[in-house]
Structure formats: structure tokens, C-alpha cells
């Protein structure tokens, strides 16, 4: 492997939030996450990985190497058959329900980990539908926490539109929607990670792809689509 990673790489990652909503929960209105015991604020390794991949994506606009495997809307199965399609490898079976030789599996894991920059850094279980295997990615991260105990402030926020013709006759013209938005006014977030040098070999995941993370991890935020997201 060109470019290959010798040594383990250990690494702290920090970063603040100011007026902003770094992870929202889902399950709680999409309030800054948050741990009951302590009252530290909280993003999940999940979102911080989402950010890296919505950072590489635009930068590399989607492009092989640098393809994203997780990202909205995707169909991942498809992205196994594509890999048989491009090798040549035999399918068999109906749309959605394709299967291939067994001993083809490691033939399409391997065009998997260099087309999507995600698979060989993060890994993935890619032996859903038909089989591309399964790969352990060599960087992995903790959740952040915040240094301090955080605060949620809850603000009231106003569109001037609405979104049908009943709820503008409902108003009569007026045509105002109320909402809810969450924000933490500051937090100073830790989070840490690692990158495993021998399952650098076994993705491919090489110094040039270890330089892109440490550029996503240092701009990731300014560049990211889903800041308010639980993810």
C-alpha cells in the first residue's frame, strides 16, 4: 500500500458551541443533548462522524475515492451491486434480493473500501442484500462531552409564511407559523480518537486519507448540513 500508516495515532478533539445546537435529540424535541447525572452537554461519536463525511463529500464533491457511503437518502445495497456491476462479478436473483458467489465477497469489499472515503476510515457491515462483507474501520471516535455543565435556552421563532391554503384562511392573511428552536449559549466540548495503523492495511486507508480526516476534524463545523440533526 502506498502511503501506508505506520504508527498508532492517538488524538483529542476540541471544539465549542456558541448560540448553537451541536447534536439535537430526537427523542427530546430536539434539546442540545444532554447527561441527566451531570448536566454536561453530549454529542454522539455518530454525529461527529456525520459531520466528517458531510465535510468530505463537499469537498471532494462525491467523487471516487471520496465517494460516502452513509449520507441522506442512500440506498446502500445499491451501492454493493455497484460494485459487482463494476468488477464484472455474476448476480443472481430478482431486483432487491441479488446474491453473489461467496468467494467474489472480498473482491467487492475491496472495491467498496477504495471507492467510499467512509468505508475505509469508519468501516461498515456491508453484507445486507447481496454481499460486499464487512469492514472494521481503523479511526474511531468517543462521544464529546462538554468540559462544563451546559444550559438549554428555548426560544420562540416566527415564520412569516404558512404551508397550506386552509391555514392561511385559518389567519386571515396574517400567515404566521410559531415554532420552538434550542440552543446552548456556550460549551466547550472534548471528544477523543484513535487510528489503528494495522486495520489501516486491511482498508486501505492511507496517510493522504489520514490527512483529509485531520482537515475535517478542524473544519467540519463550518462546512456541516446537520448541526440541529440527532444524529
Known sequence: MTNAIQNRHDFVLL???????PNGDPDAGNLPR???????GLVTDVCLKRKIRNYVGLLKEEQPPYEIYVKEKAVLNRQHERAYLSLGLEMSGEEGKRKGAREDVPK???????????????GAV???GINAGQVRGPVQLTFANSIDP????EHSITRMAVTTEAEAVKQEGDNRTMGR???VPYGLYRAHGFVSAPLTEQTGFSGSDLELLWEALQNMFEHDR???RGE
Open 15 to 21: 471544539f465549542d458551541v456558541k448560540n448553537g445546537n
Open 126 to 128: 456491508m453484507s445486507t
Open 226 to 228: 446537520s448541526a440541529a
Open 181 to 183: 428552536k434550542f440552543t
Open 108 to 122: 467487492a469489499q475491496a472495491w467498496m473500501c477504495q471507492n467510499f472515503y467512509d468505508v475505509r476510515t469508519f
Open 34 to 40: 444532554l447527561d441527566p447525572e451531570t448536566g454536561h
Open 150 to 153: 451546559i444550559v438549554s435556552l
